[in-house]
Every structure is written in structure tokens, then in C-alpha cells.
């Protein structure tokens, strides 16, 4: 069911809320968050369908905030109006929805807009599509969320993004760049887990340019392995590989395709396993599960992308063979490892 509602107030909306409930026959309906999703005109179908789809797992009011401009007139402009399209039953997914369209001097003032909509005794989630502030945090509509979910992979530079956003973190901060290395995350620590008693000498992840994704995955590896770590550019679709040297032997886990990647580590067979491009509703799901500061998140963003090597890596100058010490076995056995972890 939709009620369209023009020049309105938040009381209409709420209003409005109860009679499309009642219309239904679902006077009461359990929603365990209210959803707040920031984007423009252009983004807003995609980011609502992809929050339908969240909202099967987790029941939500989902409240889209489109800041739009009335007219060209200087006029039309300064006008402040409040449009609402409010939508309930199969309309809007599991739960509720309503697009509000903020004109004039309503735009500077969204969070007032919002406030009054918001489910009493219920977590408060802020979503960013596309254009998300440098401080979600301070963002008056940000302040409102226990969580605040952005995607640097929309932003106009991902990689300074993420410098930004460790510049500004704040408990109850994630990203969809982060979620989305959710399933390399846990294949690489299953690997290590195989193998306890390996030492990770370096780390190196391979993908896409202007991938934030992949630098969150070589700042995770570099911060709780406490290695260097390496992130070099491949032609894609998203990240295609990441390698681990380690004393025993490489550990990697290449995806070429978009879907099915392959784990080889030294002594085994390679093994092929899941490991798909997931969507924007899948990602957006799983930052619904936990509505607790992310501190794995934190830790790996504040390492820094500028600690990160970029590119292939240069060997050192050979000494002449007059001049060239002899090297212990434990060196060389280094340097070998060096070499095939730069891919000579």
C-alpha cells in the first residue's frame, strides 16, 4: 500500500503510518531497527531495493532522505516543503518505508525531519550509498545512529577516503569496503589456522585499482600479523589474489573469475573454493548483524594505507662474486623467500 503526501509534516507521516497498518490488518509489526539511508534521486531505487532485500533478515523503517531543490528561481529554491511517500505491507519489503523529499530551508534541517519518525526503543543504523561526510560521526542525520554504514568504493578517491576515515573514526563507524572482504578474511585465517605453527614473513593482495577493499585487506594482514604487506594493482573484477610468504612455504588464494577461487597451500593439493562477488543487500545485511563498535575494523583502518607498499618490488643491487660474502643457509633461505613473494 503507498500514501502519497505533499507539503506534509512528520505528525501526517505518522499518521499515515497507522492508517496504512490498519488498512492492511497488521495493526502492529515487528521491526528491530529504523534504517536511515542518505542518498540523492538518482541512487535512491537501487539503495532501497538492496534495503528490501536486508530487511528480510532483519524487519526494519526504513527512512530514504532525498535533499532535492524545488525549482531554479532563487524563489523556489528558499521554499521549504516536505514531500513523503509512505509505503507499508508488500509495498516495502519486511517492514516500513518512507521516502521523504526535502526542499529549501527543510534540507538544513533533516534531522528534525527525521527525529519525530524514528521507532521509539529501537537501534538507529545511518546508510550512505553514495556521497557519505568525511565525519559521519558529526553529520547531524549521523548522529543519530548507533552505526554508521558508508561505502568509500562510491567515493570520487577511495584510497584518501580511508585516511579520512581513520582520521575520524568513532565507535559504531563501518564500511560496505570492509564487509566486502568478509569472505577472504575468513578463508586466510582458516589457511593459517591449518598450519599454527607458521610464520608469515609478508603479505601481498592483488586487485583492482581504486579498490578500497583491497587496501583494507593488506591493512588487516599487516596489523594482526605484524608483517609488511604489499598491495599491488591486477586488471580485477575486484580482488583476484592475495599471497602469504611464510617459512614453511606460500600460502594462496587467487580468484580470477568474480566467483570461485583457488587455495594453494605448500605440500597440498590446490583446493577450489566459494568465493563469490557478493551484492550491495548481502553486504548491507551483515552490517546489520552487529550494532557493536567493530574494533577489528578500527584497528585495521588506523594502521594506515600509507604504510602499505604499492607495485612490484625492486631487488637490491648484487654485490660482485669477488665481493659477495658467503651467506649462512638462513639467509639465503630469506632471501629466496623474499624473491618469490615480489613473484620472481
Same mark, same amino acid.
Given at each position: ?9 512528520? $505528525? ?6 497507522? @492508517? ?15 534504517? #536511515?539511508?542518505?542518498?540523492? *534521486? ?13 530487511? /528480510?533478515?532483519?524487519?526494519? &523503517? ?9 525549482? /531554479?528561481?532563487?524563489?523556489?529554491? $528558499?521554499?521549504? &516543503? ?13 517492514? *516500513? ?8 530551508? #527543510?534540507?538544513?534541517?533533516?534531522? $528534525?525531519? %527525521? ?8 537501534? %538507529? #543504523? ?17 548522529? !543519530?545512529?548507533?552505526?554508521? #554504514? ?14 579520512? /576515515? ?18 577472504? /578474511? ?5 589457511? !593459517?589456522? @591449518? ?7 609478508? +603479505? *601481498? %593482495? ?20 605484524? %608483517?609488511? +604487506? ?14 602469504? *610468504? ?21 605440500? @597440498? ?47 637490491? +643491487? ?27
Amino acid at each position: 500500500m503507498k500514501i502519497d503526501l505533499t507539503d506534509t509534516t512528520a $505528525s501526517k507521516i505518522n499518521n499515515a503510518l497507522v @492508517q496504512g497498518r490498519r488498512a492492511i490488518g497488521a495493526p502492529a509489526i515487528g521491526m528491530v531497527l529504523t534504517l #536511515v539511508i542518505v542518498t540523492d *534521486e538518482e541512487h535512491a531505487y537501487d539503495a532501497l531495493k538492496a534495503a528490501d532485500e536486508a530487511s /528480510r533478515e532483519h524487519p526494519s &523503517r526504513k527512512l530514504v532522505v532525498i535533499k532535492r531543490r524545488a525549482g /531554479r528561481s532563487p524563489r523556489d529554491r $528558499s521554499k521549504a &516543503r516536505l514531500d513523503a511517500d509512505v509505503r507499508v505491507g508488500a509495498d516495502a519489503g519486511t517492514g *516500513e518505508t518512507v521516502v521523504l523529499r526535502l526542499y529549501g530551508e #527543510v534540507i538544513d534541517h533533516a534531522q $528534525s525531519v %527525521v527525529l519525530p519518525l524514528l521507532l521509539p526503543d529501537a537501534p %538507529v #543504523v545511518v546508510w550512505w550509498p553514495v556521497a557519505s561526510p568525511t565525519d559521519p560521526h558529526n553529520d547531524p542525520l549521523g548522529a !543519530l545512529g548507533q552505526r554508521r #554504514v558508508t561505502d568509500t568504493y562510491a567515493a570520487e578517491n577511495p584510497v584518501a577516503e580511508l585516511s579520512a /576515515r581513520a582520521a575520524n573514526y568513532t565507535p559504531g563507524d563501518t564500511d560496505l569496503s570492509w564487509a566486502r572482504i568478509t569472505p577472504w /578474511r575468513s578463508m586466510l585465517a582458516a589457511a !593459517l589456522d @591449518q598450519r599454527p605453527d607458521t610464520e608469515v614473513i609478508s +603479505a *601481498e %593482495v592483488e586487485g583492482e585499482t581504486c579498490n578500497p577493499s583491497g587496501e583494507l585487506l593488506a591493512m588487516w594482514l599487516a596489523d594482526r600479523l605484524g %608483517v609488511p +604487506a604489499r598491495r599491488t594493482v591486477s586488471e580485477g573484477p575486484g580482488l583476484t589474489a592475495v599471497r602469504l *610468504e611464510t617459512r614453511n612455504g606460500p600460502i594462496v588464494l587467487e580468484r580470477v573469475n568474480g566467483s570461485v577461487a583457488t587455495l594453494s597451500l605448500h605440500g @597440498q593439493p590446490d583446493r577450489a573454493v566459494a568465493l563469490k562477488r557478493r551484492e550491495t543487500a548481502e553486504l548491507l545485511a551483515e552490517e546489520l548483524r552487529r550494532l557493536d563498535p567493530d574494533t577489528i575494523y578500527e584497528s585495521a583502518l588506523k594502521y594506515g594505507v600509507e604504510r602499505l607498499s604499492t607495485g612490484p618490488s625492486e631487488p637490491a +643491487a648484487e654485490p660482485a662474486a669477488s665481493e659477495a660474502p658467503a651467506e649462512a643457509p638462513a639467509a639465503a633461505a630469506k632471501k629466496a623467500a623474499a624473491k618469490k613473494a615480489a613473484g620472481k
